[in-house]
């Protein structure tokens, strides 16, 4: 054997090898396996598990497979749903592709055009000063000061947009603290993957954190009779999304300790940048006030009829299309966009909308809940939140909440359970999908830094996951039920 046939031989990855032939494995399991048996709901309405629902639970393991352990790019694997989709007969190619380019993912696209914007003009760096002149040296609290900045903010504008505005002044203060920014760290890993579990805990406590908080009262208003108000949400989630936040940043200090405990001369060196800088600049000026604008137009919808008609989508290409005709952006930046990230959100689309077209997602949550329908009350409650966390890791949040919210609240009278816990818990797990990339935008743009793997996001979301249940537990036997939080229709 010549010397570099045996190279050859060495560089053979055989643990990615492994995980591609597991995904193709598990499709092939599920696709040609006998039908499996309807599930039927506490009404007696049965669900059929179709052919293409077959195989939209067999795409949706090998996707899952290969995101996780990443063993072609995650835009790659994107792509594969679709064509997995067509090539199998379970959608049609209309329906499989269009997914790609749905509103959401085009807010995305948008989200991380202002975060290209926020950097080029030095929008992030200056913000980014003046938080480390405030914090000071200490990693630790300059940390916490990015995690509390990020969850304040999820309060009145959408977590995506959020995420996508603190990226690049994240990237700004990693810079301040690693000689070689685009070298992986402890500290790089906390700040990033702490930002985007960051994101989803404080996009629970308001209507303004993402769209699945009027999905699901608008499911308990149609089905309870009853109007959850704007304040009432916040009054009951407020403290389990800040209680998180703290504990995600102990966690990421427990698990990732800082290579550094300090970075040495931080203010006078933020101050020194801050100066070099100069004055704030017109493009600044103009960047600043278009993102705001567009913000205050999208949380004020909440409140204004007028403004709520506008959809959130269009709203935020707006600012596209003015910092491309302001010369602000230019061709360059348009080729700079992380196309990689886009594709995974259209993957995501397309694999959420295939089980829930097929009723592939239906027949898998009446079968689980359904599994609960005689336990202890506690035991349903978190059973339902179990399967909003897993499934709102794979599709979107607002589709886990679709499918799971109105058999749970069917079943719920059965066991004397108050509707009000069933739907805050839901909106709970809904909201922090620690585990997988698609689970959230945040989740992909802090990828965007690569400071961590998927399977190192899928590894600490595990522990995140398990400290989120163990939170929601406590909620939902002591602290809502002192807070006026009605658990039992017996009580």
Request: glycine share 8%; with cysteine.
């Amino acid at each position: 054997m010549s010397a570099s046939a045996a190279v050859q031989k060495a560089q053979v990855d055989y643990k990615r090898l492994f995980f591609m032939f597991l995904g193709l494995f598990l499709f092939c399991i599920v696709y040609w396996a006998p039908p499996f048996p309807d599930a039927v709901d506490p009404m007696g309405a049965s669900f059929t598990l179709s052919k293409e629902a077959k195989g939209a639970i067999a795409i949706f393991l090998l996707a899952g497979t290969w995101w996780v352990f990443e063993v072609v790019p995650i835009g790659i694997t994107s792509i594969l749903i679709g064509v997995m989709q067509v090539m199998f007969h379970v959608r049609s190619a209309n329906d499989a592709f269009k997914d790609f380019m749905t509103p959401s993912v085009m807010f995305i696209f948008a989200s991380l055009i202002i975060g290209i914007v926020f950097t080029k003009t030095g929008l992030t760096k200056r913000i980014a000063y003046k938080m480390l002149s405030i914090v000071g040296e200490k990693t630790h609290l300059i940390m916490l000061g990015c995690f509390l900045i990020t969850v304040a903010l999820t309060h009145f504008m959408a977590h995506t947009a959020v995420a996508a505005t603190m990226y690049p002044l994240l990237l700004a203060v990693y810079a301040m603290y690693s000689d070689d920014p685009s070298k992986p760290s402890n500290f790089g890993k906390g700040l990033f993957i702490g930002m985007a579990y960051v994101a989803g805990a404080g996009s629970i406590v308001t209507l303004l954190g993402a769209a699945r908080a009027p999905v699901a009262l608008g499911f308990y208003n149609d089905i309870v009779g009853r109007e959850i108000s704007f304040f009432e949400l916040t009054y009951y989630m407020a403290p389990v999304g800040w209680l998180m936040a703290f504990l995600i940043w102990g966690m990421m200090l427990l698990l990732l300790p800082p290579e550094k405990k300090e970075i040495e001369g931080v203010r006078e060196r933020a101050a020194e940048l801050a100066a070099q800088q100069g004055g704030i600049t017109s493009k600044e000026i103009i960047a600043a006030a278009v993102v705001i604008t567009c913000i205050a137009i999208m949380s004020l919808g909440s409140f204004i009829p007028a403004l709520g008609k506008l959809d959130k989508t269009g709203l935020i290409l707006i600012t596209t299309l003015i910092f491309f005709t302001t010369r602000i952006l230019t061709i360059e930046d348009l080729e700079s966009v992380p196309w990689n990230i886009i594709l995974l959100f259209g993957g995501a689309m397309s694999i959420g909308f295939c089980l829930w077209q097929t009723g592939a997602a239906q027949w898998m949550a009446v079968h689980w809940l359904t599994l609960f329908e005689k336990a202890h009350w506690f035991v349903f409650v978190m059973g339902m939140a179990v399967f909003v966390l897993a499934m709102t890791n794979f599709i979107m949040n607002v589709a886990a909440i679709a499918i799971s919210m109105p058999v749970a609240l069917v079943i719920a009278p059965y066991l004397n359970v108050a509707p009000e816990v069933i739907t805050f818990a839901a909106l709970v797990t809904a909201g922090m999908p620690f585990l997988l990339l698609v689970g959230a935008a945040p989740n992909a743009i802090a990828y965007n830094s690569g400071q961590f793997t998927t399977g190192e996001f899928f590894k600490y979301g595990i522990i995140a996951s398990i400290l989120l249940l163990a939170v929601l537990s406590l909620f939902i036997l002591v602290i809502w039920p002192l807070m006026g939080m009605p658990v039992s229709m017996l009580g």
